[in-house]
């Protein structure tokens, strides 16, 4: 590709595919024939009716997305994705004893403890309420992965997806049965084998929390709660209770097996517990590794999201670090949701580093592994959100950048 | 339920599920125990590991939402929907010889006609270029069907769905190989066996045109046009070619069979081609047929959608027309989307019809059948968009109400 092209085109405003190639001389004339394209292409789809409408699509053979999966968690394929929306069936799973096969028809959900009228709803019942629906991400307290190079964004950071929900106000069954003005705490618990609780403070159940019964469009999948779930929104994923069967309205923490067990870490000199919300954080999809990229325009892109709110800013490093700049954000942007940036770079093809640092609207900025080992000790665990590095190699190859804490 | 109650939990500013029952003695003395729940739930699920993580998911074996499907298209079940997102496996189909199965790695679009340098993108090319994601609806031309009450949304409105997509848009693929500023439509041909072609005036490339090939986060599917397809956002579904290979620019219409023979239609004494934009229309899914409905509070649902941007209003009447009122619409409101609507209705129990009707940004109020018909003769045909109406018989059972012209 010559410069004096590349200059015309960066002047007429558009910008460039690396590969742009001027067509063939003998199809140009095809083409001037008005004829069909035949003779170019070499297995002609025009030639041969194709299958019919179908009851339910399946994804083109050429494109197999899939979740990455060991016993009790899959990492959703961040690098196949485009936009927001985090197809249902590649959403990622984090259980704590597997999917329960739970009948709608038996499902019920119980609110009781400090309450005027302890109630039990079933399914029906909560959607005959008034429903809400909202987009936001969900994400596991320990969504981070490091330790080499040969890492993809899914493996990196694959514990977070994003979906629309569509539900009840917990405030609205708070209301429906008279919850003590004294309660300061409720239990929530699902009905997996591993009968998952955690204690949730009140305000949260006047601020944002939602029963939820649907996922992008349709009834909620299996695996993220079948048929009824708790929606925190920007709070870390086990608090989203799955499958939930019983809220129980209280005015202390019920200091349960999984949030004194497992979601409660050293923190230097301290323990940290009740940690709710997911600090912000981004992560570049591409380029990342195992892709490969050639000199010239390349757009960088990746999402940003924070529990605390709005994404504000996402600023791109392309030299290591060095010096940033602001990344465009798709509009719309919304509260507590994957936020998808693009930054348009051109690659010199000198070796570097290409990073993403993420703003949210408290003004909290991403920090550096440095700045997180530095405030917490290296003891790593949960909420470990660090600014994350790509390598891009001479060659255009692209590889993780595993940094020591 | 009692009257009493109800006005306690109004009151409370809670709205009432029609069947919300309070719990049972013995279920009440277990709570009390803090004992798990094993006697009151016939097949325990917190007694069994379930099944662990997975590759991909799949919905609830308790629900099945399904396309109805002729040999030419197929409708998206509306009615099992919440939200705005449509499952891509169920998006709509209208295919004039099926879906071509295409190679993406042998996938080229060619753009010829009045530029300065005819050019040939493959997907990867397409896929460097800057991108854009935006939701919008797709709905065939010839969207509505009417004649008994034993249809459901999806019978008479199941040619429309929307998704997230993600693509380059039109303009800078068109500023990449210069289109002549005397070029004012253009051809999009598809690569599927009825090489479906139409005419496009050359100001929508100026303005949100885009060719995509991402839907709802991941590679578009193959009946929505895999690998890449035009995206018009707002105008008739057929002028959104799919399976796009071919774009040629010039200064006159061309005239192409489909835009002749079939998207052509008698309006009174006049013949309508090149009608672009679908009109603002909405429907009800729910309540609606077959489902049955019980005396008290009734969260009335559906969506609204307009081609020329936002929806600003939905009215809805609860009283066969005689008098309407504001839904509230879901936010965020955007552009050429469906808009998900809702609005509180206490039924009395005695038989009504409830109707909605759409109010777009341009003023535009969505018609009645007799306006429709008025003014276009009774030929029907397409872009038909009349309010439509449910009938709630006093036993509570939902039927469509077919209007005759």
Redesign the interface.
């Known amino acids: 590709m010559d410069d004096k092209k590349i200059s015309r085109?960066t002047l007429?405003?558009?910008?460039?595919?690396?590969?742009?190639?001027?067509?063939k001389a003998t199809?140009?004339k095809e083409?001037q024939k008005g004829l069909?394209?035949d003779e170019e292409?070499?297995?002609d789809?025009?030639?041969?009716?194709?299958?019919?409408?179908?009851?339910?699509?399946?994804?083109?053979?050429?494109?197999a997305?899939?979740?990455?999966?060991?016993?009790?968690?899959?990492r959703t394929p961040l690098q196949?994705?485009?936009?927001?929306?985090?197809?249902?069936?590649?959403?990622y799973?984090r259980?704590h004893?597997?999917?329960?096969?739970?009948?709608?028809?038996?499902y019920e959900l119980?609110i009781?403890g400090m309450v005027e009228?302890?109630?039990?709803?079933?399914l029906?019942?909560?959607k005959?309420?008034?429903?809400?629906?909202r987009l936001c991400f969900l994400e596991c307290a320990g969504n981070f992965r490091t330790g080499k190079e040969e890492l993809t964004p899914q493996d990196v950071l694959g514990l977070t997806s994003q979906s629309?929900?569509?539900g009840v106000m917990l405030s609205?069954?708070f209301?429906?049965v008279?919850v003590s003005p004294k309660a300061t705490w409720f239990l929530a618990e699902g009905?997996?084998?591993a009968?998952m609780t955690r204690s949730i403070p009140m305000e949260k159940a006047w601020d944002d929390a939602m029963i939820v019964?649907?996922q992008?469009?349709?009834?909620m999948?299996?695996?993220q709660g079948?048929?009824a779930r708790l929606l925190l929104p920007g709070w870390e994923g086990n608090m989203n209770i799955k499958?939930l069967?019983?809220l129980e309205i209280s005015d202390a923490p019920y200091m349960t097996r999984e949030e004194t067990s497992k979601y409660t870490y050293p923190v230097k000199d301290k323990i940290r517990m009740f940690s709710w919300e997911m600090d912000a954080r981004s992560i570049i999809t591409y380029p990342s590794y195992p892709q490969k990229v050639q000199r010239g325009?390349?757009?960088i892109?990746g999402i940003a999201w924070s529990g605390r709110g709005v994404i504000t800013r996402v600023e791109i490093s392309t030299d290591s670090g060095k010096t940033w700049a602001d990344a465009n954000l798709?509009s719309?942007v919304?509260s507590k949701a994957h936020t998808?940036f693009?930054y348009?770079w051109s690659w010199d093809g000198s070796p570097t580093e290409i990073l993403s640092r993420a703003i949210d609207e408290t003004g909290y900025i991403q920090p550096s592994l440095k700045q997180l080992t530095d405030a917490r000790g290296a003891g790593g665990g949960y909420h470990m959100n660090p600014v994350t590095a790509w390598q891009i190699k001479a060659d255009g190859t692209t590889w993780f950048k595993p940094e020591k804490a």
Not at 14 to 23: F, K, N, R, S, T
Not at 51 to 63: C, D, I, M, Q, Y
Not at 65 to 72: A, G, M, N, Q
Not at 117 to 122: G, L, Q, R
């Open positions: 085109r007429l405003g558009g910008v460039i595919a690396a590969a742009v190639v001027p067509m199809f140009a083409i069909p394209l292409i070499r297995e789809p025009t030639k041969v009716i194709g299958l019919g409408p179908s009851a339910v699509g399946k994804r083109a053979t050429f494109e997305p899939i979740r990455k999966f060991s016993e009790t968690s899959s196949d994705f485009y936009g927001t929306i985090t197809p249902s069936d590649l959403h799973e259980h004893a597997g999917v329960p096969n739970i009948d709608p028809n038996q119980l009781h009228s302890a109630m039990k709803f079933t029906a019942d909560l005959c309420f008034p429903s809400v629906t629309e929900w569509t609205t069954l209301r429906e008279g009905s997996d084998a009968v019964y649907a992008n469009g349709e009834a999948r299996p695996e079948y048929p499958w069967r019983r325009w390349i757009e892109r798709q719309p919304l998808y693009r348009l």
